[in-house]
């Protein structure tokens, strides 16, 4: 794969496949099985999965943004690629805040692309993302973040299904003798979320939300829901939600070390 000047499709895997575009530096989308990576000259700008709250759900549920400032920015910096700034610039949300969340969100998803490493599908070359560049992250640092946390969530609990499929509680299950993170994790599962649906609920972040459930499947108070013939409810929207983030300091951390790269 050289010369990245036209969409191409690949049968290697897709961390196979971001490492042959950093080391060509390309600037596109890669698009796998679980979502898109966006690279700039060969480093990851953003990720997107179906299975993690996007950075929208994470700041208009937290309360960090209202959805009316969040809508604005889109409208005037989507077609430019420049929503990010645009939140910055007017003064709806601190740069810093910003970073943290995005490099957040990023993580999330791309656990999900990355960690059960699938065929990647193509790459479209010069794509970008309408959010635009907020920080760039090296493709290895990303892989290796990935790596890092699947090892952990299957040292609390070797089943990956727990990630992606709706859940249901056992029926003595009760949330009053937990943590208080777990005990309003638990709370959301009704056999009918999933993860990512809880963790979009409750404004958390997805990787949070996984560890806590792993950790109540291993207790026995969480299962794999059997398959529903209906369809899912909405999530519920709870207002005033505290995003409380015991990894923000970690993630300013790396933010730091990137700099310092």
Request: net charge neutral.
């Given at each position: 794969?050289?010369?990245?000047?036209?969409?191409?499709?690949?049968?290697?895997?897709?961390?196979?496949?971001?490492?042959?575009?950093?080391?060509?530096?390309?600037?596109?989308?890669?698009?796998?099985?679980?979502?898109?990576?966006?690279?700039?000259?060969?480093?990851?700008?953003?990720?997107?999965?179906?299975?993690?709250?996007?950075?929208?759900?994470?700041?208009?549920?937290?309360?960090?943004?209202?959805?009316?400032?969040?809508?604005?920015?889109?409208?005037?910096?989507?077609?430019?690629?420049?929503?990010?700034?645009?939140?910055?610039?007017?003064?709806?949300?601190?740069?810093?805040?910003?970073?943290?969340c995005h490099l957040g969100a990023l993580f999330d998803a791309a656990y999900f692309l990355l960690a059960h490493d699938t065929r990647a599908h193509r790459f479209r070359p010069g794509a970008v993302h309408w959010l635009g560049a907020v920080r760039s992250v090296p493709v290895e640092v990303v892989v290796r973040e990935s790596d890092r946390r699947?090892?952990?969530?299957?040292?609390?609990?070797?089943?990956?299904?727990?990630?992606?499929?709706?859940?249901?509680?056992?029926?003595?299950?009760?949330?009053?003798?937990?943590?208080?993170?777990?005990?309003?994790?638990?709370?959301?599962?009704?056999?009918?979320?999933?993860?990512?649906?809880?963790?979009?609920?409750?404004?958390?972040?997805?990787?949070?939300?996984?560890?806590?459930?792993?950790?109540?499947?291993?207790?026995?108070?969480?299962?794999?829901?059997?398959?529903?013939?209906?369809?899912?409810?909405?999530?519920?929207?709870?207002?005033?939600?505290?995003?409380?983030?015991?990894?923000?300091?970690?993630?300013?951390?790396?933010?730091?070390?990137?700099?310092?790269?």
């Open positions: 794969m050289t010369g990245v000047t036209a969409t191409w499709t690949t049968h290697e895997t897709t961390s196979a496949a971001l490492g042959t575009l950093a080391a060509e530096g390309a600037t596109g989308a890669l698009s796998g099985e679980r979502g898109i990576v966006y690279l700039s000259a060969g480093r990851v700008v953003h990720v997107e999965s179906a299975f993690a709250p996007d950075l929208q759900a994470l700041l208009t549920r937290s309360g960090a943004v209202a959805p009316d400032g969040w809508w604005d920015a889109v409208d005037r910096g989507g077609t430019q690629a420049r929503v990010g700034h645009r939140l910055v610039d007017s003064g709806r949300l601190a740069a810093g805040a910003l970073e943290v699947r090892a952990l969530l299957d040292r609390i609990w070797p089943s990956p299904d727990i990630d992606t499929v709706p859940l249901t509680r056992a029926p003595d299950a009760g949330a009053a003798d937990l943590p208080v993170r777990r005990g309003r994790i638990l709370t959301q599962v009704d056999g009918v979320r999933t993860a990512a649906q809880i963790a979009s609920a409750l404004a958390c972040r997805t990787y949070h939300t996984l560890v806590e459930l792993r950790r109540l499947a291993a207790d026995g108070l969480v299962t794999a829901a059997p398959p529903a013939s209906t369809p899912p409810t909405p999530a519920p929207q709870p207002h005033g939600v505290v995003w409380d983030d015991p990894d923000t300091a970690l993630l300013r951390r790396l933010r730091h070390a990137l700099e310092a790269l």
